[in-house]
Structure formats: C-alpha cells, structure tokens
C-alpha cells in the first residue's frame, strides 16, 4: 500500500474554501492507498514556509502539495499520477506547466513530488519571490538530473 501525504497551506480565515477541497478529497480518494492530511495555517508568510513547515510533517513516500483551492472532480488521479511518477527518473508529477527559459517545471498547487527529493535537493526556498519558488524547486530538480513529468488534471 502507497502512502501520500497531502500538505495544504490554508489562509487562516479559508475555512468555506478549504472546506470545498477536503470534501472533494474525501469524496475522490482511493481507498487502496493510505493518506496522510497536513493542513498548515498561512498566516501570510507567503507559499515556501507554511508548505515547508508541512513537509517537514510528512512520512509518506510521496507527498501531494495541495493548494486550498482546487477541488478534485474525479475519481483515479492518484493511479494516474503514481504511473507517471514511476517512471525512470521523474520526481515530480504535476498537471499545469509553467514555462521559464525554455523549460518547464510544475506550477506546484496539485503536485506530487517523491519525498526523498527534498532529502536530496532541499525543500523551498523560503526567500524567493512569491511566485519563483516551484520554477526553482524544478529547475534544482532538474540540474540533479530528476524529471518532471505532467498528466491531465484530476
């Protein structure tokens, strides 16, 4: 049995939007893999902290950094992103690109990332801009010689 664990940065206040998610988790998850919920208050410390604060948390062998915003519409994601994640060296599994110097890397807000990469390359950088810190994640993964892969949103 597979074990992920989930890492949601919340806004504190988010409560009708985290709620959306955890409902469409909770309804969409495969009861063959174990789940572990880390749910991390942002107290507007930006993305990197809450989510490395999270990570830190984590025991399962892959982990799904989750934004508290996306809602899962249907069943199977998890099959389809741990057949892409087993492939020879990818890493990182992630459904919307993002584009930086001819390369692309995982918009990380429905990611799934083998948890020893972190072990490996290091967790988020916590000064990095607002919106740098998955581009760096993925370009640090891809110096290290690790794939990132992309599959069709849940």
């Keep these: 049995m597979v074990k992920i664990s989930i890492v949601i940065p919340t806004v504190i206040g988010n409560q009708r939007i985290l709620t959306r998610a955890l409902t469409s988790l909770l309804k969409f998850k495969d ?14 410390e930006g993305f990197s902290i809450p989510v ?4 830190k948390l984590t025991t399962g062998e892959y982990v799904l950094i989750m934004n508290d915003d996306v809602e899962i519409l249907g069943t199977g994601w998890e ?5 892409e994640i087993s492939k020879p060296n990818v890493s990182i599994v992630g459904h919307y690109k993002t584009e930086q110097h001819d390369k692309r890397y995982s918009a990380m807000w429905f990611t799934l990332i083998k948890k020893e990469l972190f072990t490996e390359i290091g967790y988020l950088d916590e000064n990095m801009n607002l919106y740098s810190q998955d581009i760096d994640f993925g370009y640090r993964a891809m110096k290290d010689g690790h ?8």
Excluded at 52 to 55: H, Q
């Design 31 to 44: 009861v063959k893999h174990e789940y572990e919920l880390i749910i991390v208050a942002n107290d507007w």
């Design 52 to 55: 490395n604060k999270g990570l």
């Design 79 to 83: 099959d389809t992103f741990l057949a």
């Design 147 to 154: 794939v990132t892969s992309f599959v069709e949103a849940p």
